[in-house]
């Protein structure tokens, strides 16, 4: 009788081993992109590229909890892991969520809709204000904190985020001073292809935080304010997103200064064809101590062909200028992948 017992036991308990399992549902996917750059800037050669590898990982943990994380190994000197997105979910219903983790901060259009493999987004790159905080970017994409969010709310499909977090500065795992961020954020889907948003975000820099351009670390205090909006159209055959947002950076000796950055971009869907432009415009307010890097202008013209849903190939041409120098033009090729 125990000898027969033994493998009915056995089959049992890997059958209700086995089920959290299932019931879990991890999917695991992954980016990442090769790239070719050319520049006819002083000193430097056309050169191949790796961009970031994305590990992109989804979990149901239970029937109202899920996991999300997005870890990227790039190339920093040596390759390095930096963990980019990682959240815990609670979901009561489409109207009321609520997260802790490490979130892209729920400010603007692209930050919230494209986030590490470059293969969603429809350019090679992100906009000059959404470049990540360790590609020189003016603006704290990424917080770590708690995140209360909503959508389809009457028929206006309005939806929002509330979120607090540390701040500029910190890290994920510290924050350098006892004040928290706060990101608010009202949108809606007024239809199907067209979303508009307003966002507001507010922090206190502590003064020996590391200035935007590396030169020096604050010797005061900031409080920091921006104010943006966005209008996305998305429709079958055009594509057109906007976005504005005024920093406001304020102390006892610098005074109160005000930079406005924005970009726009527009492309026509050709079957698997689309030919695009982008304009980006950052203007620093001169004496702000945390953002003074001099004004940046980028145009961009090019081309995304979609092989697949996994693999598109894009071409770039680009024209930049930093603060009072030169004007200098650059190409671009990225072969995007997702797995």
């Given at each position: 009788?125990?000898m027969r017992a033994r493998p009915t036991l056995l089959l049992l308990s890997l059958?209700?081993?086995?089920?959290?399992?299932?019931?879990?549902?991890?999917?695991?996917?992954?980016?990442?992109?090769?790239?070719?750059?050319?520049?006819?800037?002083?000193?430097?050669?056309?050169?191949?590229?790796?961009?970031?590898?994305?590990?992109?990982?989804?979990?149901?943990?239970?029937?109202?909890?899920?996991?999300?994380?997005?870890?990227?190994?790039?190339?920093?000197?040596?390759?390095?892991?930096?963990?980019?997105?990682?959240?815990?979910t609670y979901r009561a219903s489409e109207q009321f969520e609520v997260s802790a983790?490490?979130?892209?901060?729920?400010?603007?259009?692209?930050?919230?809709?494209?986030?590490?493999?470059?293969?969603?987004?429809?350019?090679?790159?992100?906009?000059?204000?959404?470049?990540?905080?360790?590609?020189?970017?003016?603006?704290?994409?990424?917080?770590?904190?708690?995140?209360?969010?909503?959508?389809?709310?009457?028929?206006?499909?309005?939806?929002?985020?509330?979120?607090?977090?540390?701040?500029?500065?910190?890290?994920?795992?510290?924050?350098?001073?006892?004040?928290?961020?706060?990101?608010?954020?009202?949108?809606?889907?007024?239809?199907?292809?067209?979303?508009?948003?307003?966002?507001?975000?507010?922090?206190?820099?502590?003064?020996?935080?590391?200035?935007?351009?590396?030169?020096?670390?604050?010797?005061?205090?900031?409080?920091?304010?921006?104010?943006?909006?966005?209008?996305?159209?998305?429709?079958?055959?055009?594509?057109?997103?906007?976005?504005?947002?005024?920093?406001?950076?304020?102390?006892?000796?610098?005074?109160?200064?005000?930079?406005?950055?924005?970009?726009?971009?527009?492309?026509?869907?050709?079957?698997?064809?689309?030919?695009?432009?982008?304009?980006?415009?950052?203007?620093?307010?001169?004496?702000?101590?945390?953002?003074?890097?001099?004004?940046?202008?980028?145009?961009?013209?090019?081309?995304?062909?979609?092989?697949?849903?996994?693999?598109?190939?894009?071409?770039?041409y680009h024209r930049a200028r930093a603060a009072n120098g030169p004007w200098v033009?650059?190409?671009?090729?990225?072969?995007?992948?997702?797995?």
């Amino acid at each position: 009788m125990r000898m027969r017992a033994r493998p009915t036991l056995l089959l049992l308990s890997l059958t209700l081993g086995s089920a959290p399992a299932r019931a879990q549902e991890t999917k695991i996917r992954g980016f990442t992109d090769i790239d070719l750059t050319a520049s006819d800037a002083p000193g430097t050669a056309w050169a191949f590229g790796l961009g970031q590898f994305d590990t992109f990982i989804t979990s149901k943990l239970a029937e109202r909890w899920s996991f999300l994380s997005e870890a990227v190994f790039e190339f920093d000197n040596d390759f390095v892991v930096d963990v980019e997105r990682l959240m815990v979910t609670y979901r009561a219903s489409e109207q009321f969520e609520v997260s802790a983790g490490k979130h892209h901060t729920p400010f603007g259009y692209w930050n919230t809709a494209y986030h590490h493999g470059t293969l969603l987004q429809p350019t090679i790159a992100r906009p000059l204000m959404f470049k990540f905080e360790d590609d020189g970017g003016p603006l704290p994409v990424h917080t770590t904190g708690v995140m209360a969010a909503g959508r389809n709310i009457t028929s206006l499909h309005l939806g929002y985020d509330v979120m607090i977090g540390n701040g500029i500065g910190s890290t994920p795992i510290s924050d350098n001073n006892p004040a928290k961020s706060v990101t608010i954020a009202l949108h809606s889907q007024v239809t199907s292809v067209l979303r508009i948003g307003a966002s507001y975000y507010h922090d206190r820099i502590s003064a020996g935080t590391a200035a935007l351009s590396g030169a020096a670390s604050l010797a005061e205090s900031l409080r920091r304010a921006m104010y943006g909006g966005f209008v996305a159209y998305l429709g079958p055959r055009y594509e057109a997103v906007g976005e504005y947002q005024r920093v406001t950076d304020e102390g006892a000796t610098a005074g109160r200064r005000n930079s406005d950055l924005y970009y726009v971009y527009g492309g026509v869907r050709l079957g698997e064809l689309t030919p695009y432009a982008e304009f980006n415009d950052l203007r620093f307010a001169v004496g702000d101590p945390y953002l003074d890097s001099g004004n940046r202008r980028l145009g961009v013209v090019g081309a995304r062909y979609d092989f697949a849903s996994t693999t598109a190939l894009k071409a770039e041409y680009h024209r930049a200028r930093a603060a009072n120098g030169p004007w200098v033009n650059e190409g671009a090729l990225q072969l995007a992948v997702g797995f």
